[in-house]
């Protein structure tokens, strides 16, 4: 089953076109990875999805529905949550507290608290620290902790922006290991992310984007074996 598909997507930045007609579309329950260089698209894809920017032409469609024009904050509600670049935490609030925010729209009081129970088993570190201000964590822990309030809406789709940027080795293994963990368990991601060698290693399906175009679509072994990407994006002669 599709659970997101689009189509003929374009966005300006002013007269800058930024997506030039990409089309591409992920399955229920894969890990689908969008890789390209620097300034390719990629999280200009993502915040177009997630309603944070405006498409200037093309169609989204999530779940059978289209959200080509849902207003951002209603999405979550539908089961599409957005883990941007950056973490974007709230610094002031507690741990806690920005794992709840994670939830604002649900009103199921008993699987909230139950969920919440959930992401500190699946992140230890930020039980020990549910108390702390989101900003006195390190990068690795705020990133945790991006991705732990996202999961607190219960996404049949999340969106993961660059996880593994500025931290060490060590913790992006974890945190790699942490997405496979989110898919097996039924939530499908669409994940991007730098390095492509560790992307494509736990994806199914891939989406090459170049200059804001689709430059190849296909399973994560014909982009891992095709000459001129393993040349380009993952630095193979």
Not at 12 to 18: F, P, R, T
Not at 71 to 77: E, F, G, N
């Amino acid at each position: 089953m599709t659970i997101l598909t689009i189509e003929n997507l374009s966005v300006h930045y002013g007269v800058i076109q930024a997506l030039k007609d990409i089309s591409f579309s992920v399955q229920s329950g894969e890990i689908y990875t969008l890789l390209g260089t620097n300034g390719a698209g990629k999280t200009t894809t993502l915040r177009t999805i997630s309603r944070l920017i405006p498409r200037t032409s093309g169609k989204i469609e999530f779940n059978g529905k289209d959200i080509s024009n849902v207003p951002s904050h209603t999405l979550p509600a539908l089961g599409l949550c957005h883990v941007p670049e950056g973490r974007r935490v709230f610094p002031q609030l507690s741990v806690r507290d920005n794992l709840y925010l994670g939830a604002y729209y649900r009103t199921d009081k008993r699987e909230i608290r139950n969920d919440l129970q959930y992401i500190f088993e699946l992140f230890p570190r930020l039980e020990e620290r549910r108390t702390q201000e989101a900003g006195s964590l390190s990068g690795g822990e705020q990133q945790m902790l991006a991705i732990g309030r996202g999961l607190m809406g219960r996404p049949k789709l999340l969106l993961l922006d660059e996880p593994s940027m500025g931290l060490a080795p060590l913790l992006v293994e974890e945190i790699f290991e942490i997405i496979q963990k989110i898919n097996s368990e039924g939530t499908t991601v669409l994940l991007v992310e730098q390095n492509a060698h560790l992307a494509l290693g736990i994806s199914q399906r891939a989406c090459v984007l170049e200059t804001g175009q689709v430059a190849m679509t296909g399973t994560a072994t014909d982009i891992l074996t095709n000459p001129r990407i393993k040349e380009v994006y993952l630095g193979v002669g």
